[in-house]
T-cell receptor, first 113, second 112 residues
Framework: KNQVEQSPQSLIILEGKNCTLQ??????????LRWYKQDTGRGPVSLTI?????NTKSNGRYTATLDADTKQSSLHITASQLSDSASYIC????????????FGAGTRLAVHP | NAGVTQTPKFQVLKTGQSMTLQCAQD?????MYWYRQDPGMGLRLIYY???????DKGEVPNGYNVSRLNKREFSLRLESAAPSQTSVYFC???????????FGPGTRLTVL
């Protein structure tokens, strides 16, 4: 079964510190992987999209990496800010349907002052 | 440019009542989607519309119907609400296959 699993479920860090969120997927064949940020009470917003040929992609203080061989991705947040407090969702394209996506349950990040 | 808008933001229904969730996008996107988000789970696709005039079932379509009214609007209808449909509902749109999906702010629905 095609699945996307994220760890940890939740994380608390101090402002200014770095953190790394993990994503493992079993989706095959693989097309692309996305990371979304979802603020409380809001819809998800795209951070990065990577195809199978890309190893890393950055968006400001957010850097996503992809290892298609081990089917793992990570999202690294540098110099965290209070506004980084949100859920981060890993999403993989479903090979079985038109632009259909398989969502992970997300990692809830809290940045404390 | 409002992006994807959804109405209402909150709704409380009694079991058996019906309602329609509205979604509109002003980005001239071809494809639109309805998802539900439950605690501890990833978003799950209810229905999608690849283009105006077409709709298809997603992962969890039972208990729902949709209408692609025109290119801009895609509505989700609950004919007879059940407590299991208590959830947060998100509408999304994308320009074409494999493109980024843009999400609306969500509708928080409670069925008593």
């Amino acid at each position: 079964k095609n699945q996307v699993e994220q760890s940890p479920q939740s994380l608390i860090i101090l402002e200014g510190k770095n953190c790394t969120l993990q994503c493992n997927y079993t989706v095959s064949p693989f097309s692309n992987l996305r990371w979304y940020k979802q603020d409380t009470g809001r819809g998800p917003v795209s951070l990065t999209i990577m195809t199978f040929s890309e190893n890393t992609k950055s968006n400001g203080r957010y850097t996503a990496t992809l290892d298609a061989d081990t089917k793992q991705s990570s999202l690294h947040i540098t110099a965290s800010q209070l506004s980084d407090s949100a859920s981060y969702i890993c999403v993989v394209s479903d090979p079985g349907g038109y632009n259909k996506l398989i969502f992970g349950a997300g990692t809830r990040l809290a940045v404390h002052p | 440019n409002a992006g994807v808008t959804q109405t209402p933001k909150f709704q409380v229904l009694k079991t058996g009542q019906s309602m329609t969730l509205q979604c509109a996008q002003d980005m001239n996107h071809n494809s639109m989607y309805w998802y539900r988000q439950d605690p501890g789970m990833g978003l799950r696709l209810i229905y999608y519309s690849a283009s105006e005039g077409t709709t298809d079932k997603g992962e969890v379509p039972n208990g729902y119907n949709v209408s692609r009214l025109n290119k801009r609007e895609f509505s989700l209808r609950l004919e007879s609400a059940a407590p299991s449909q208590t959830s947060v509902y998100f509408c999304a749109s994308s320009a074409r296959d494999l493109n980024e999906q843009f999400f609306g702010p969500g509708t928080r629905l409670t069925v008593l």
